[in-house]
């Protein structure tokens, strides 16, 4: 496969060692790519320890052939991975992959250039800043979100990072704004019982007080999204207080049922409070492509930040997350720094006429970052609008007919309206064990069913619990899940619901 004689003098960057090595890779992955629908997409044997057991307890002392290593890869590796790629991977959110989010990857990995400071990579910091307002276009997101309308947007490894960003500068402003820091025991974050984690987690990062994180409650009234009836009540208690109302999250897409939050009346109400809004859109976001999907993001100019994970359900291999902010300034004040080793790559102030040129350290925490730009610009011109939207209305159309078969057959139930292309169903009740409508036994018979379609090796989906009830979740969205893996994963879960089904009949049937 072309590696080098191992007794050559290193050369890491040997273009013959790079075309070699790197070819090797590709008929790898051409190869897995052919044969991964036929891994269990989880295999069920698994236990901790496995892979270490396989392993050497050191690191080799000589290099060794890139063959060797694809042979280990091969060997020891994939049976224990879970293929996230499988077209029958249904858990969690889907996890782009793609040969422009690969051969994307491959630029930037390979060029491996570090775009901190405009001056030390200034196309890559350029082509970031065009990617964005491609993106912020595409999703027709308000012109304050773009470099052009005073706003700008910026790519990061993960929502979790970015939110932690703007949390940072959303607290300084409101620090500014109250006089000091020891104002920080008095602000207040506001999410919903369905918001994800990492905001309760940023929030603690950036020095906001536990106690200071309100989950507010969320029911099926609302189809489990928050409405600014619940804020305004939560918010003129913490006034009451004498807190002060800083931050509010509203999600369009919720990681657990894909609900949607009113993001126009939640970002009024926290106008009414000077509060800072993000709206985190990190799977859904990509679904904005389309214009009929286009409405969930009304009001988005009310927020302050907005987010979403092209490497969800774009195409796009990990990590890539875009964050768009209407005040750059609120965000470097926040996170911009100055440091000494900095200052002789040749600054550039702006000034002039010139565009301002921009220092992507100051949008994020690390200071040395990816050239993810690149493989940004490579989907986006590989695949075109026209070739996304196709890719996300087909995941849709498929968990549309999805739901309409649950909904459909008497024994399954569909627990919230799908709305993206996640469908979150479950046994019915009468199904259970206990005819009184008990959630334990129901949840037990879904657990049970769960378990065993995992079991089988030719799906994997994962679950969420909401109301006490066990909810099972069908996330379409992989690169290859057609419609006819949708199908096979109906059928395989009418099978094995049939099997679980008979150890809870009751002789006198159901
Ligand atoms: N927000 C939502 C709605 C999500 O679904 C997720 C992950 O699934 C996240 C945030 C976290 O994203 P990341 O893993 O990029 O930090």
């Known amino acids: 496969m072309g590696s080098l004689p191992l007794d050559a003098p290193m050369k890491p960057l040997d273009p013959h060692a790079i075309a070699g090595d790197s070819q090797a890779i590709l008929e790898f992955l051409a190869e897995y790519y052919g044969d991964v629908d036929k891994y269990p997409v989880r295999a069920a044997d698994l236990e901790p320890g496995r892979v270490r057991k396989l392993l050497p307890e050191a690191a080799p002392e000589h290099g060794e052939p890139m063959e060797h290593i694809l042979e280990d890869v091969r060997r020891d590796i994939l049976p224990g991975l879970t293929h996230w790629q499988s077209p ?3 858990a969690f959110f889907p996890m782009n992959a793609s040969s422009a989010g690969l051969a994307g990857e491959m630029l930037s990995v390979g060029l491996n ?16 800043s065009v990617v964005v307002d491609w993106m912020a276009r595409l999703f027709s997101l308000p012109r304050r979100f773009l470099f052009s309308g005073g706003g700008g947007g910026v790519l990061q490894g993960s929502t979790c990072e970015a939110v932690v960003c703007t949390l940072a500068a959303a607290r300084d402003r409101a620090l500014g704004r109250l006089g000091g820091h020891e104002a920080i025991a008095r602000l207040v974050v506001y999410a919903s019982d369905q918001t994800h984690a990492t905001f309760q987690k940023g929030a603690r990062l950036v020095g906001i007080p536990s106690s200071n994180f309100r989950v507010i409650r969320t029911s099926a009234a609302s189809g489990y999204g928050l409405t600014a009836e619940a804020v305004r009540a939560a918010v003129d208690r913490d006034v009451g207080l004498g807190l002060v109302p800083l931050y509010l999250c509203a999600t369009v897409g919720t990681t657990g049922l894909g609900a949607v939050d009113h993001v126009r009346e939640l970002g009024e109400e926290a106008r009414r409070h000077g509060m800072w ?10 679904a904005a492509i389309c214009p009929e999907f286009q409405d969930y993001l009304d009001g988005a100019e009310l927020a302050d930040s907005v987010s979403m994970n092209p490497h969800k359900w774009f195409l796009t291999n990990m990590d890539c997350c875009c964050l768009w902010v209407a005040r750059p300034r609120d965000l470097t004040s926040a996170l911009s720094t100055d440091p000494e080793y900095l200052k002789n790559v040749g600054a550039d102030g702006g000034g002039a006429g010139k565009p301002a040129a921009i ?5 994020q925490i690390s200071m040395s970052r990816r050239f993810r730009a690149i493989k940004l610009w ?7 609008a026209a070739g996304m939207r196709a890719h996300i209305r087909r995941h849709v159309a498929a968990a549309k007919w999805f739901e309409q078969r649950v909904a459909a057959d008497e024994r399954f139930e569909v627990v919230v309206p799908r709305r993206f292309s996640l469908v979150c169903f479950r046994l019915a009740p009468r199904f259970g064990r ?3 409508d008990g959630d334990d036994a129901t949840n037990h018979v879904n657990r049970d069913l769960l378990a065993a379609v995992n079991a089988s090796g030719r799906a994997f989906m994962t679950h969420f619990v909401v109301d006490g009830k066990f909810v099972i979740r069908l996330a ?7 419609l006819q893996h949708v199908m096979e994963v109906w059928d395989l879960l009418r099978g094995k619901a049939a099997e679980v089904l008979q150890h809870y009949v009751k002789p006198n049937g159901l």
């Open 434 to 436: 206990d005819d009184d």
């Open 378 to 384: 490579v989907i986006l011109r590989r695949y075109g």
């Open 277 to 286: 809004v993000h709206l985190d859109a990190a799977y859904a976001g990509s």
């Open 88 to 90: 029958r991977f249904f």
């Open 359 to 363: 220092d992507y350290k100051d949008w």
């Open 113 to 128: 250039v570090v775009p901190f400071v405009w001056a030390a990579s200034p196309a890559a910091a350029e082509l970031e």
């Open 476 to 482: 379409v969205g992989g690169a290859s899940t057609e």
